[in-house]
Each structure stands twice: as structure tokens, then as C-alpha cells.
């Protein structure tokens, strides 16, 4: 057994024990350096997190570099995949988050919350769900063992829609005005996430192919990079939950019922893209970067989005960064789901 393949299945063998970890890690250094936790979080351009950018960085480079950017022409020629993440994430998903937000916040949780509050969180839900990932679905591909090609096309053709539809949909979902294209931070999400890491592992890539050779490159340079990649997930969950560690503390009633309907969205968008995949005869390394990019969220606009209509201190903003909370140990879950399922796919083509 190859030392790559030993340290994909230690950490997917122990994935359960690093999440909860982490996660107890982040609200821990959160309530005790709570200071420390609001100077990070205030450290942004535009609403974009520039620690977050960072650890993104080390996770989104170790996977560019072992791009092949050839294999993006030969994604742009199967239409499938990016017309099935299309019809999820902009014809199905806002429409259900909005039904399990209204299911959850109006009738189940109906008596355990003031009425206006409840409203303000079913707004925050539905900003989540118009606002499809654009940057951490590269690591959950990459970790799914998707086809990244394929994964780089989907990112830019949801960035693009995503300036198009998020104002109208949010405007029709939530009966708001005029609601803003939150557009710079959708541009610098995008440029910081992924356009840094994207230039930096393409040149990298091209030139020390060019000067070492590619089996240099795949034995010497590639060889540590998945690990360097996994560190850095496990770096910006323990970041993540410290940054709203105090918001869990003070009220942890709240965002447990916060997280249920999300969680709930999650889980049935990712059935429902990896299902049709499945039934439209895509390849598993195809099917897994389709079905997660609609699982996932763009929290950074969503936040951004809540607070400029609602208010820093609204429901709307408070039911984003439980989005924040769950996207990570949920995501990281599917993954583990696809790699236990991909069996069941047509195998990809040699």
C-alpha cells in the first residue's frame, strides 16, 4: 500500500473523531480568546474573511497543483453534469430551502420560538439557499475523488449565475426590494478562494513539469501535498467554529434548531443530484462534484447579503453562520458517502 493511499484512509477512518474534535477545539479557543475571535473576524475585505483566505489557500493549492488543466476542454465537452447542477441549484434547491425552512420554523419548531424571530431565521435559510458554493467544493470533490476538471467548470459557470439570479431569486423568496447583488463579495470570495490558488497551481505546475519532468513532479513535489490539503480542512473547521464560538455559547438552543432544517436541505439536495446522476448514467467521478456543489452553500455572500438588509444583529445574519457551523462537518460526511457508494457508478473510462 502506497503512503498516499495509508493517509487518505486514516483520515477517513478517524473522520468522525478529527470533526468533533476540531469542533470542540474552535468553540473552546472561541469563548476563551473571545477578543482574539472578533479581531480575526474583522479582518476582511468586503465581507471576505482574509485568515479564511489564507486556509483556503492551503487547501485549495495542494489539489490545483495536481490539475491537469487539460482535462478542463474535456469536461466543457459533456454538457450533462453542468446542466443537471444548473436545474438543482437554481430551479430546485431555493425553492425547497424555502419549504423546509417554512416546515421547520413555522409548524415543527413553531412553539419553541417568537413568531418574528422564527421569520427572520427562515430569511437567512433562504439566503443560504440561493447562494450555491463556488470554492470549498474543490476540497469536497477532491476528497470524493471527483473529476476536478469537471469541478473548475462548475465553479465558474455557477460564480457567473449567481450574479445573475441571487438578486431576482431573493427578491421573489423573501419579498424584499430591491435587494442588493452583494457583487464585490462575490468577486473577491472568488478571487481570494479560488483565483489564487487556481494561478498559483497552474504556473507551478507548468514549470516544474518543464524543468524537472512530470515523474519528478508526481513522486517528489505531489507527495506530501494531500496532507498539507487535509491539515489545512481540519485548520479552518477548529477557525470557523472559534470564530463563532460565542454565538453557540450564548445560544445553543437556538442554533441546534437552526441547524435541523439546513441539515435537512443538505442532505435531500445531495440525494437528489447524486440520484440523477446516477440515473442519467454519469460517471462517479462525475456525479460526486455534481450533486455537492448544490449541497454546499456560499456562506460568505449569504452573511454579507443578512446583514445588509437585516442587520448585523438580525435572525436573518444569525441563521447564516449556523450555514457557516454545518457546512464542514456535514459536507465532510457526503464525502465520506460518496467514497463508501462509488461502486455503484459506471466506472470512468481508462
Given at each position: 500500500?502506497?503512503?498516499?493511499?495509508?493517509?487518505?484512509?486514516?483520515?477517513?477512518?478517524?473522520?468522525?473523531?478529527?470533526?468533533?474534535?476540531?469542533?470542540?477545539?474552535?468553540?473552546?479557543?472561541?469563548?476563551?480568546?473571545?477578543?482574539?475571535?472578533?479581531?480575526?473576524?474583522?479582518?476582511?475585505?468586503?465581507?471576505?474573511?482574509?485568515?479564511?483566505?489564507?486556509?483556503?489557500?492551503?487547501?485549495?493549492?495542494?489539489?490545483?497543483?495536481?490539475?491537469?488543466?487539460?482535462?478542463?476542454?474535456?469536461?466543457?465537452?459533456?454538457?450533462?453534469?453542468?446542466?443537471?447542477?444548473?436545474?438543482?441549484?437554481?430551479?430546485?434547491?431555493?425553492?425547497?430551502?424555502?419549504?423546509?425552512?417554512?416546515?421547520?420554523?413555522?409548524?415543527?419548531?413553531?412553539?419553541?420560538?417568537?413568531?418574528?424571530?422564527?421569520?427572520?431565521?427562515?430569511?437567512?435559510?433562504?439566503?443560504?439557499?440561493?447562494?450555491?458554493?463556488?470554492?470549498?467544493?474543490?476540497?469536497?470533490?477532491?476528497?470524493?475523488?471527483?473529476?476536478?476538471?469537471?469541478?473548475?467548470?462548475?465553479?465558474?459557470?455557477?460564480?457567473?449565475?449567481?450574479?445573475?439570479?441571487?438578486?431576482?431569486?431573493?427578491?421573489?423568496?423573501?419579498?424584499?426590494?430591491?435587494?442588493?447583488?452583494?457583487?464585490?463579495?462575490?468577486?473577491?470570495?472568488?478571487?481570494?478562494?479560488?483565483?489564487?490558488?487556481?494561478?498559483?497551481?497552474?504556473?507551478?505546475?507548468?514549470?516544474?513539469?518543464?524543468?524537472?519532468?512530470?515523474?519528478?513532479?508526481?513522486?517528489?513535489?505531489?507527495?506530501?501535498?494531500?496532507?498539507?490539503?487535509k491539515v489545512s480542512l481540519l485548520a479552518t473547521l477548529v477557525y470557523l467554529f472559534?470564530?463563532?464560538?460565542?454565538?453557540?455559547?450564548?445560544?445553543?438552543?437556538?442554533?441546534?434548531?437552526?441547524?435541523?432544517?439546513?441539515?435537512?436541505?443538505?442532505?435531500?439536495?445531495?440525494?437528489?443530484?447524486?440520484?440523477?446522476?446516477?440515473?442519467?448514467?454519469?460517471?462517479?467521478?462525475?456525479?460526486?462534484?455534481?450533486?455537492?456543489?448544490?449541497?454546499?452553500?456560499?456562506?460568505?455572500?449569504?452573511?454579507?447579503?443578512?446583514?445588509?438588509?437585516?442587520?448585523?444583529?438580525?435572525?436573518?445574519?444569525?441563521?447564516?453562520?449556523?450555514?457557516?457551523?454545518i457546512e464542514v462537518p456535514v459536507m465532510l460526511l457526503l464525502v465520506r458517502i460518496?467514497?463508501?457508494?462509488?461502486?455503484?457508478?459506471?466506472?470512468?473510462?481508462?
Open positions: 500500500m502506497s503512503r498516499e493511499k495509508y493517509d487518505i484512509s486514516f483520515f477517513e477512518r478517524y473522520l468522525t473523531l478529527w470533526v468533533i474534535l476540531g469542533i470542540g477545539a474552535g468553540i473552546t479557543l472561541g469563548g476563551v480568546f473571545s477578543r482574539a475571535a472578533d479581531f480575526l473576524s474583522s479582518i476582511s475585505i468586503e465581507g471576505v474573511n482574509l485568515p479564511i483566505a489564507v486556509l483556503l489557500f492551503g487547501m485549495m493549492y495542494p489539489i490545483m497543483v495536481q490539475i491537469d488543466f487539460r482535462e478542463v476542454r474535456n469536461a466543457v465537452r459533456a454538457p450533462g453534469p453542468v446542466l443537471l447542477t444548473l436545474v438543482i441549484n437554481w430551479g430546485v434547491k431555493p425553492f425547497s430551502m424555502l419549504f423546509f425552512a417554512w416546515l421547520f420554523m413555522r409548524v415543527i419548531f413553531a412553539g419553541l420560538l417568537p413568531y418574528d424571530a422564527a421569520g427572520e431565521y427562515l430569511a437567512g435559510m433562504i439566503l443560504l439557499g440561493i447562494a450555491p458554493c463556488t470554492a470549498m467544493v474543490l476540497v469536497w470533490s477532491y476528497l470524493a475523488k471527483g473529476f476536478m476538471g469537471l469541478t473548475l467548470v462548475l465553479v465558474a459557470i455557477n460564480s457567473l449565475t449567481m450574479l445573475v439570479l441571487y438578486a431576482p431569486l431573493g427578491n421573489f423568496l423573501l419579498g424584499v426590494a430591491d435587494m442588493p447583488i452583494p457583487f464585490m463579495t462575490i468577486f473577491f470570495s472568488i478571487m481570494l478562494y479560488v483565483g489564487v490558488s487556481l494561478v498559483a497551481g497552474y504556473i507551478s505546475r507548468t514549470a516544474l513539469i518543464r524543468k524537472k519532468g512530470i515523474e519528478w513532479y508526481e513522486s517528489v513535489f505531489l507527495k506530501n501535498m494531500g496532507s498539507i490539503s472559534m470564530l463563532q464560538g460565542g454565538v453557540i455559547l450564548a445560544a445553543p438552543f437556538v442554533v441546534v434548531l437552526i441547524a435541523v432544517p439546513l441539515t435537512v436541505q443538505t442532505l435531500v439536495i445531495f440525494s437528489l443530484g447524486y440520484w440523477a446522476a446516477r440515473r442519467l448514467g454519469f460517471r462517479y467521478e462525475e456525479a460526486a462534484p455534481s450533486a455537492m456543489i448544490g449541497a454546499s452553500n456560499h456562506f460568505e455572500v449569504a452573511i454579507a447579503t443578512a446583514v445588509t438588509v437585516f442587520g448585523l444583529g438580525s435572525g436573518a445574519a444569525l441563521a447564516t453562520v449556523v450555514g457557516v457551523l460518496c467514497l463508501k457508494t462509488k461502486e455503484r457508478f459506471k466506472r470512468e473510462s481508462v
